[in-house]
């Protein structure tokens, strides 16, 4: 038995949860297209998860009563924010944590977060209990009274099933992202996407010789292996928001040799100081390219701030030698191959529309991912 986001929604208000802020997770996507809308507890979508914890912090302190949602793997990135921020000075906030890698059954970059989600609770001291559909009611109800009571945060682990899947990702595919907040982006900053994701990756990948090839996780992976695998492609299939982190990494302590990340909006924002990062140290071997799709697609199309924010302008503001906004495939092919012959570091922003194909996993160990990488790099 699963409970619908609707459901799900009417139960955190009817604990007067009127704050909400998260990094998607297809788990819940029916909760949060739920919450996007909702009239009385709104979503802020948060670039990362432990920003959404500061978010939560900030509402309580404004007398709310606030929860966050995030993946598992953001109880990883958010462990600091929550040791040094939410436990140390005791602010409650309501923990929805969605659980990957239950009972070791999922990708290979879900396992030991699996398996060490409700240990890393236990020993943080973050009360929890996992939820189940048929207990929704109790343990919310359980969770609510323990944060107000200790003023502490609380976890709920939501493991998969618990919430109906399926039904919000059809229904945003074919309606307009939500822009928070309301208002309509000025001309200037709307760009109209024209080609899919899986149009432009095939044009960005022409023009590529044998250049290492760093990709960021969810769709983006799985598309430009279904057009073409090479040793020279690393799958970043977890830690979401670094591809662009390692081919910096890459272009610095390579400099004769270019590097080139195929990065999306949802991760950038994530680490987004990566821009600063780039423009300090202006590696002109580096090529970062941005598919931007407006949402955070792989999770089930939740609204990105691409929609507000021209991640390319910020690009320059930052200091890239280049920043270009494309929209077509001939456009990207030309971008890129200007990219790849001369000086950068060059910014590509691919505007893309939400489509997504068919595409497998990547079948691949993380430990043959690596491999053939690294001997590829090395041999070029
Ligand atoms: C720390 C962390 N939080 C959340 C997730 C879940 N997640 C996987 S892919 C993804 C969306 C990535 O968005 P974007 O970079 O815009 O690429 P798109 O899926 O739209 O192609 C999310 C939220 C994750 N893997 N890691």
Redesign the pocket.
Known sequence: MSVSGARFADLLERHRIDFSAG????LIEDLIATLETHPRLPYVAAV??DVAVGLAAGAWFAGRRPAVL??N??L??SLNALASLSLMYGLPVLLLVTWRGYQGKDAP?HILMGEISPNLLTLCGVAHRVLSAASLEADLAWAVAEMEQRLQPVALLVPPGVVEMGRAHARAADQPATREGGGVPSRSVALEPRIS?LAALGAALKPLGREPLVH?????CRESFSLGDRPQNFYMI????LASAIGLGLALARPHHRAVVF??????L?NLGILAQVGARRPANLVHCV???G?????GNQA?LSHQVRLDRLAVAAGYRTAVAVVAAGEVEAAMQAALASEGPHFILVKVTREEAEAPRIPFTPAAIRDRFRASVLAG
């Open positions: 990094v998607p997770c297809s990362r998860e995030m993946q793997s953001g990883g990135t970059e994701r960021a996780n969810g769709y983006i977890g830690s979401m928001g990065d999306g909006d949802g991760n950038l994530m598919f931007d799709n949402v955070y697609g792989s999770t990105s």
